[in-house]
């Protein structure tokens, strides 16, 4: 998960790919959109490939897919081409690893599948904190190019690892079908209120951190106060993951999907009134927690509402909004 969540730090590669293909903004940034939407049909999807390999195996194959992408994305002599490779090939990688990691652990640990499935959400927030260090480094020395093949080589080194470890536990992902109770309405209206309120409880949080910095420089904060503002948003938000993943262990159901996003309603209210500049930062600080409780607690209550099997097909829909 640490490897796979430096999808979200793809703003380091904008120059780069302006400079390499003589692209617009637009263009460049279309490379990421297409990798989160391959992303999120490979969660809506997913549960039809994990029911046909071994954990291991599936792993192995997902390193390999998204490794494949990368490798060849570093030889791309177009942007187009590199739709195809990094945001086609390594956007499937990509989703098909979160999805079936967050559901794995969840099953692995039924006594606390909520906080095991903040820890799977806090590493691949945490990834996309580090990566950008390590993808500075090689596009400093190599460009582009450089940066697609560590990617590409540290998914093939993970595979040892990951694969080594889900054989020692010998756990299985468990998967029904067809779903049960799939005709029954009550089940179908309470699937589109989770979907409405995951939705738009996401939507809220990613307009605010995807605006942090304008945020607070439109505050008046100086370049290096600036700065902090994703880091700030990143750490909260792996804060966040590990506390909304338990909670959804321990609080009823209602209370969980209540709590986050009143709480991350209070930040922007304040940011919308108020514009000094500690304010501001401790209220992304608050967005950033209620974002990452609200993405590891709502599989944690969609397990808990429709069980762990059924859980998996139901949260790939919703995760959808």
């Keep these: 998960m640490l490897i796979l969540g430096s999808i979200h730090s793809f703003s380091v590669f904008l120059e780069p790919l302006e400079n390499s293909f003589h692209a617009s903004r637009s263009m460049v940034s279309a490379t990421y959109s297409l990798a989160l939407g391959f992303l999120t049909l490979s969660v809506l999807f997913g549960h039809h490939i994990y029911a046909r390999l071994r954990p291991p195996l599936l792993v192995a194959f997902i390193c390999i897919l998204g490794a494949t ?6 030889a ?6 590199v739709w195809l490779e990094y945001s086609l090939l390594f956007g499937v990688a990509n989703g098909l690893g979160y999805g079936f990691t967050l ?25 996309a904190v580090i990566s950008p260090l390590f993808f500075n480094m090689l596009l400093t020395n ?4 450089g940066a697609m093949q560590g990617l590409a080589i540290c998914l093939v080194l993970v595979i040892p690892i990951c694969c080594g470890l889900l054989a020692m536990a010998n756990t299985k992902l468990k998967l029904t079908s067809p779903l049960e109770n799939e005709d029954n309405s009550s089940h179908k209206i309470l699937i589109i209120k989770l979907w409405i309120g995951y939705g738009t409880a996401v939507a809220a949080g990613l307009i605010a951190i995807g605006h942090a ?26 804060v966040g993951s590990l506390m909304g993943g338990n909670l959804a262990d321990k609080l ?3 209370q969980v999907l209540i709590i986050f996003p009143t709480l991350s309603s209070v930040g922007l209210f304040l940011l919308a009134f108020f ?18 409780a609200i993405i590891a607690a709502y599989p944690a209550v969609v397990g808990a509402l429709f069980g762990s099997a059924d859980g998996i097909k139901i949260y790939g829909r919703i995760f959808t909004a």
């Design 213 to 238: 910095t304008g945020i607070t420089r439109a505050s008046g904060l100086d370049d290096q106060r600036v700065l902090l503002a994703p880091i700030i948003i990143a750490i909260f938000n792996m």
């Design 76 to 81: 791309a002599s177009s942007l187009p081409i």
């Design 142 to 145: 190599n460009g582009f190019a």
């Design 103 to 127: 559901q794995i652990s969840a099953q692995a640990n039924p006594q606390w599948k909520g906080l095991a499935m903040g820890i799977i959400t806090a590493c691949y927030a945490l990834g």
């Design 252 to 254: 009823p159901i209602k």
């Design 275 to 292: 514009d000094s500049g500690l304010l501001v930062l401790s209220c992304l600080a608050i967005i950033g927690f209620s974002y990452g």
């Design 69 to 74: 992408g990368c490798a060849l994305a570093s």
